[in-house]
């Protein structure tokens, strides 16, 4: 006898599923610093060096690099780019109904 697995769709954005405050900045943020750590794992540095790249205590590093996104801001995520020269483009659009409000793509 087989078990039926119940399971819900997802929005695409898991704190909008969780029903929390804030769901699309929440996304944006975790999109964000995602492509932060990404970036620093890709130049295989220590915590060190990490630290004095982004202007940050090597505490707050390991915080970053363990992905506890919440303690930054996106500003603070996005002057981590900026330290790393990683250009960042703003594109504003009309939301067509049933996108995101916020959306975070990365090219090459």
Do not use: C, W
Not at 21 to 41: I, P, T, Y
Not at 48 to 54: F, P, Q, T
Not at 93 to 103: A, D, F
């Amino acid at each position: 006898m087989t078990k039926k697995i119940e399971f819900e769709e997802s929005t695409g954005n898991v704190f909008a599923d969780l029903g929390l405050d804030n769901a699309e900045e929440l996304q944006a943020r975790g999109m964000v610093g995602f492509h932060v750590v990404e970036l620093l794992k890709s130049k295989d540095m220590k915590q060190r060096e990490i630290s004095d790249l982004l202007g940050i205590k090597q505490a707050e590093v390991s915080h970053l690099l363990n992905g506890h996104f919440s303690r930054f801001t996106v500003d603070k995520l996005l002057d981590f780019l900026k330290r790393m020269n990683q250009k960042v483009t703003i594109q504003i659009s009309p939301r067509v109904q049933g996108e995101p409000y916020q959306h975070v793509g990365f090219g090459a």
